[in-house]
């Protein structure tokens, strides 16, 4: 199957509409005492195939060991950019801002993992790993075309968005 051909193939997986609820639920939340709780099935029936595993297979299918080589080089980004901060703050005369900036990243880290799962709830996790993929790489561009720290730190800060809705679309 060419590219084409797969391409065509994860569109037509697109769900038209987000409001079909997975009815499986856990039996037993109600119980107020004593008894032992139902575990859910280990066996997964369609119903219980979550929205977005067609995407992500879909592209999977698309990527193959060209992902895998993009994973290596996430991985060879977020250990190197770290040390690519400092230089940029002491080339911009912000050094004393450093610790703010880094404060930011960390942060905006954390608080962006609920409201990533909440979207990805709503609109599905191919099309949240669509959008975390996107701050990334309008985050890139801030950082690269950033002639002050102001820029450079917004780029940092979305950086730190995309790439923390990106790990928890892809390794959750």
Known sequence: MDFK????????????????KSSATRSGSDNMGGGEEEKAPKTS??????????????????WGRFGIRMV????????????????AASDFGQ???????????????????????KISNVIGRGQTLIFTISCYLVAY????????????????????????G???MVVS
């Not at 994860?10 to 038209?16: E, I, M």
């Not at 561009?141 to 923390?164: D, E, H, K």
Request: hydrophobic residues 45%.
């Open 5 to 20: 051909n797969k391409l065509k193939l994860l569109l037509r997986s697109l769900p038209t509409s987000r409001t079909e």
């Open 45 to 62: 029936s369609p119903a219980q195939v979550e929205a977005g595993a067609p995407e992500i297979e879909a592209a999977q299918e698309i």
């Open 72 to 87: 290596i080089l996430g991985e060879l980004d977020n250990t190197t950019l770290n040390t690519y901060i400092n230089y």
């Open 95 to 117: 050094l004393s801002s450093l610790g703010t900036i880094n404060t930011a990243v960390m942060l905006s880290f954390v608080v962006t993992k609920p409201p990533v799962a």
């Open 141 to 164: 561009i801030l950082m690269a075309s950033a002639t002050s720290i102001a820029p450079y730190a917004v780029g940092a800060v979305l950086r730190s968005i995309g790439q923390s």
């Open 166 to 168: 990106t790990v928890m």
